[in-house]
């Protein structure tokens, strides 16, 4: 993945690149993607049409954020959207740290991102799929849940809204059983900045507000990995 086409201000300098074998060095150069001088920390699953990128990059100007859209025209809408908030903002180097690409999420994860790579996961508004033969398509389910532990680190959080009570409840009750998360106290919810501006910046968030609908939050952190058991040494015969 060349993510230096994306975040292009802070892809690494050539000179901080290590040097390939010197016959191969040229050809390295043309198909290496560029390295960036950090990692993409915050991703936003189904950004839908980026209000939550756009409301967070200015908050957190040297953290990385991706929005991931399956659909394609909106998916072109926010980078067009997002390239013209970093000519707007040249001078001050806003918004040079958030990008959005087409990804289906449920199927290639893993592909994007490292092992502990991320340190907070929104999932917000995500499409109810009401009709029962439909819930295994939720964002959120057991096996989903554990790909969300695979790349958030420990400490990480999964920020999850709804307007739909019982999808709140799906989601929390898949979160709550999953060994590797537990849901944040009131009080911690209370004190994320995230959450407020996940509440009121996002399309449908706004959506919800006009229509004077409930929204329905709820946060889980991604606990520490428990150590590997020792093993057991074991004699000849193979008595332990």
């Not at 939550?52 to 929005?67: E, I, K, N, Q």
Request: proline content about 6%.
């Amino acid at each position: 993945m060349d993510w230096a086409t994306y975040y292009p201000n802070f892809a690494a300098p050539e000179d901080d690149i290590p040097e390939a074998d010197a016959e191969n060095n040229t050809k390295a150069k043309a198909t290496t993607p560029k390295q960036l001088v950090k990692d993409v920390e915050i991703a936003d699953i189904g950004c839908g049409f980026g209000g939550l990128l756009v409301a967070l990059a200015p908050r957190m100007p040297d953290t990385l954020l991706l929005g991931m859209e399956i659909r394609t025209q909106v998916t072109e809408f926010v980078q067009d959207r997002l390239k013209a908030l970093r000519q707007q903002n040249i001078e001050t180097g806003l918004y040079q740290n958030t990008a959005c690409i087409r990804a289906n999420t449920m199927k290639f994860l893993p592909n994007f991102f490292k092992r502990h790579q991320l340190s907070k996961l929104f999932l917000c508004f995500p499409d109810p799929h009401f009709k029962t033969r439909k819930h295994k398509a939720r964002i959120v389910s057991t096996t989903l849940n554990s790909e969300y532990a695979y790349v958030l680190r420990p400490g990480g959080v999964v920020y999850t809204i709804t307007d739909v009570e019982d999808l709140h409840r799906w989601m929390v009750e898949h979160f709550t059983v999953h060994p590797a998360f537990e849901r944040l106290s009131e009080m911690e919810q209370d004190a994320d900045e995230c959450v407020e501006v996940m509440k009121i910046e996002t399309e449908e968030g706004k959506k919800v507000e006009r229509n004077k609908g409930n929204k329905y939050v709820a946060c889980f952190r991604r606990m520490e990995d428990p150590p590997w058991p020792q093993s057991t040494k074991c004699d000849s015969e193979g008595h332990i």
